[in-house]
T-cell receptor
Framework: NAGVTQTPKFQVLKTGQSMTLQCAQDMNHNSMYWYRQDPGMGLRLIYYSASEGTTDKGEVPNGYNVSRLNKREFSLRLESAAPSQTSVYFC?????????????FGPGTRLLVL | RKEVEQDPGPFNVPEGATVAFNCTYSNSASQSFFWYRQDCRKEPKLLMSVYSSGNEDGRFTAQLNRASQYISLLIRDSKLSDSATYLCVVNKGGSGNTGKLIFGQGTTLQVKP
């Protein structure tokens, strides 16, 4: 199993450009998540999808949209990138681990917006 | 007040030392607790779940105190390869089962030769 995969690994955008970050998982998990991680801020939830066909806002959704294409794939779109969206983006899916369900992360996408 | 609080460190320790990290959480409805490890420029990876009775995995011991809303991680006989950031993670709890997790900011450990 590949687990959670993300593309691209790196991206440089100019302000105002759009792009879609792709995420896929092969663990048959129902729930998927998008986070951003900034220095000193920890992980912040952007959007999540509890199951196929549903999406909900997280802590910092402004400037982003998501699509849960099917059970495997959950994409994050920046319609008009801004320098404040420079960050590392992680996708995760949720499965069983010991006492409860926890999240398994993809390798991340490093985004620089100029 | 942050929902999950950790001392960011860094903790600088020599190889072979024992080091302990602490974490407090604010939501008494939280039911699941975890420690993640994050290496520089990598994704967070699950280190261990934290059981109410405490649990051990090799050199790592995790403890939970629900009354004080406090979680700890003890690392014995530190190795150079233990150098990383350790994230305390708590499920959000409350109504619904969205699986949302709250991540602490992380505690950085540097193990020196």
């Amino acid at each position: 199993n590949a687990g959670v995969t993300q593309t691209p690994k790196f991206q440089v955008l100019k302000t105002g450009q759009s792009m879609t970050l792709q995420c896929a998982q092969d663990m048959n998990h129902n729930s998927m998540y998008w986070y951003r991680q900034d220095p000193g801020m920890g992980l912040r939830l952007i959007y999540y999808s509890a199951s196929e066909g549903t999406t909900d806002k997280g802590e910092v959704p402004n400037g982003y949209n998501v699509s849960r294409l099917n059970k495997r794939e959950f994409s994050l779109r920046l319609e008009s990138a801004a320098p404040s969206q420079t960050s590392v983006y992680f996708c995760a899916s949720r499965g069983l681990a010991g006492v409860g369900e926890t999240q398994y992360f993809g390798p991340g996408t490093r985004l620089l917006v100029l | 007040r942050k929902e999950v609080e950790q001392d960011p460190g860094p903790f600088n320790v020599p190889e072979g030392a024992t080091v302990a990290f602490n974490c407090t959480y604010s939501n008494s409805a939280s039911q699941s607790f975890f420690w993640y490890r994050q290496d520089c420029r990598k994704e967070p990876k699950l280190l261990m779940s934290v059981y109410s009775s405490g649990n051990e995995d090799g050199r790592f011991t995790a403890q939970l105190n629900r009354a004080s809303q406090y979680i700890s991680l003890l690392i014995r006989d530190s190795k150079l390869s233990d150098s990383a950031t350790y994230l305390c993670v708590v499920n959000k709890g409350g109504s619904g089962n969205t699986g949302k997790l709250i991540f602490g900011q992380g505690t950085t450990l540097q193990v020196k030769p």
